[in-house]
């Protein structure tokens, strides 16, 4: 299956979704210590009176960074370790991890939260958006390898099942994470999209400069010829 979300951090609808996703859903656990709510609404386009009524958590100033209210005491204490900053998540696993990740909850009796993850197998965190997803289950197959001589066999997954539907239909789920991924793509490297713009701009420059350089050297040395 393809993990990639196919982002676009120059989609700015997308990433002003992607902003009201995390803060609604995930601000609650997760920090972007690194950003502040005014670079945010700047970079979005979103103007301040919405930033202060979608985005600012309670208690927070237009200036401040994007600190979750729940202590590191209470993480731990909560899910057994203080749940991580978001800041570079991207740029430290991948988008494509993240995308997958938030895709791939599923049921399991054996786990303490009673979920489990196929990006993050035992992970922590518990299945916050299980309301929006729905719950789903994973089906495995049973797969024969040798190893040392021996034939062993592993349980590797197969597909997953939707046992309870969700809020979403699976389109607009996909459309959700995808928009979440996004915004943290952006969360880690706000000047991908200004750079990926002056890449295009450079490419064609150096392809017109070349064309010129040949006109050149076909001038200089007609003559010697």
């Known amino acids: 299956m393809d993990w990639e979300p196919g982002n676009d951090v120059g989609n700015i609808a997308s990433l002003q979704r992607g902003a009201a996703n995390f803060m609604g859903y995930c601000s609650g656990c997760h920090s972007l210590k690194y950003k502040r709510y005014s670079r945010v609404a700047k970079d979005l386009n979103i103007p301040e009176e919405q930033m202060e009524k979608l985005l600012l958590l309670p208690g927070a100033k237009k200036g401040d960074y994007i600190i979750t209210p729940m202590s590191k005491a209470d993480g731990e204490a909560w899910f057994g370790k ?9 740029r430290a696993k991948g988008s494509d991890h993240v995308y997958q990740f938030l895709k791939t909850f599923y049921v399991d009796s054996k786990s303490a939260n009673g979920t489990n993850n196929l990006a993050l197998p035992n992970t922590a965190m518990p299945f916050v958006l299980s309301a929006l997803q729905g719950v789903q ?36 789920y996909d459309g959700f994470v995808r928009d979440t991924v996004n915004f943290l793509e952006y969360v880690g490297e706000p000047v991908k999209a200004e750079r990926e713009s002056l890449g295009v701009w450079v490419i064609l420059f150096l392809l017109v400069f070349t064309g010129f350089a040949y006109l050149l050297k076909q001038e200089y040395w007609k003559d010697v010829k």
């Open 82 to 90: 203080a749940p991580p900053d978001l800041s570079l998540i991207t």
């Open 137 to 172: 289950e994973a089906k495995f197959k049973t797969v024969e390898k040798v190893v040392d001589g021996e034939t062993v066999t592993e349980q590797h997954w197969d597909s997953f099942e939707l046992a309870s539907p969700g809020q979403f239909s699976p389109e607009e």
